[in-house]
């Protein structure tokens, strides 16, 4: 298990490296391809979810699906970076950074096998993908986007827990290595994302914008 953990983590790291030259690619990417290459991400999960013939090509559409998430990452960095400034962005990081090994290392060291969370972690989920789905054509309040940005927080510090969890509670083939590195990278990359969305908000909601 341990020489498995081992090759999740380079592979979790490898991922991030090609995160890293998705952000530089997006600083030539036109703000009008960025719905579209979202859209993609999303795609290439699905086929992740429903496909085994993917699955055998995890290595290369888990790198794709990094490559396009830097991508579209720097969009939404840019934005921040304008809203919240550059330092306190980066502050953000190293804040999910500390919760997420902080939440991950209770999860692995956990020895009750928390496999029965999936249900309420999938509820939730849901809950989440169909509310940033109408918040696209409805404007909510900040209050609303406070409380739905806390909730996604708690959802994936949840989230990290579990996959760390079962980590170390579930074998782990050579063929499943990226598939459970990229859910590790989705807990962090979210957990990033609601954290930046929930200080946006309380910001615009103390500053009465």
């Known amino acids: 298990m341990d020489s498995q953990f081992a090759k999740v983590l380079r592979f979790f790291s490898l991922l991030w490296v090609i995160t890293a030259v998705g952000l530089f690619i997006g600083i030539f990417i036109p703000q009008a391809l960025i719905m579209p290459i979202s859209i993609a991400t999303i795609v290439i999960l699905v086929i992740f979810m429903f496909s085994r013939t993917a699955r055998k090509m995890s290595k290369w559409l888990s790198g794709l699906f ?63 993908i169909v509310f940033s789905l109408i918040s696209i054509f409805v404007g909510f309040s900040d209050l609303v986007m406070v409380i739905a940005s806390a909730f996604g927080v708690l959802l994936f510090v949840g989230y ?9 509670h579930q074998s782990i083939s050579d063929e499943e290595v990226p598939l459970v590195a990229l859910n590790l990278y989705l807990d962090f990359v979210n957990l990033f994302r609601e954290l930046l969305s929930l200080i946006y908000h309380l910001k615009n909601l103390l500053s009465g914008r």
């Not at 934005?79 to 190293?94: A, D, P, S």
């Not at 997420?100 to 969370?117: D, E, R």
């Not at 827990?161 to 170390?168: E, K, P, S, W």
């Open 160 to 168: 990290t827990i579990y996959d760390m969890n079962q980590i170390r």
């Open 66 to 128: 990094a490559l396009l998430t830097g991508i579209t990452l720097y969009s939404l960095i840019n934005f921040y970076i304008g809203e919240l400034g550059g330092g306190f962005v980066l502050i953000v990081f190293g804040t999910t950074a500390v919760i997420f090994v902080v939440t991950g290392l209770i999860g692995y060291n956990t020895k009750t096998n928390l496999s029965n969370w999936w249900k309420f972690l999938l509820i939730g989920l849901i809950g989440v």
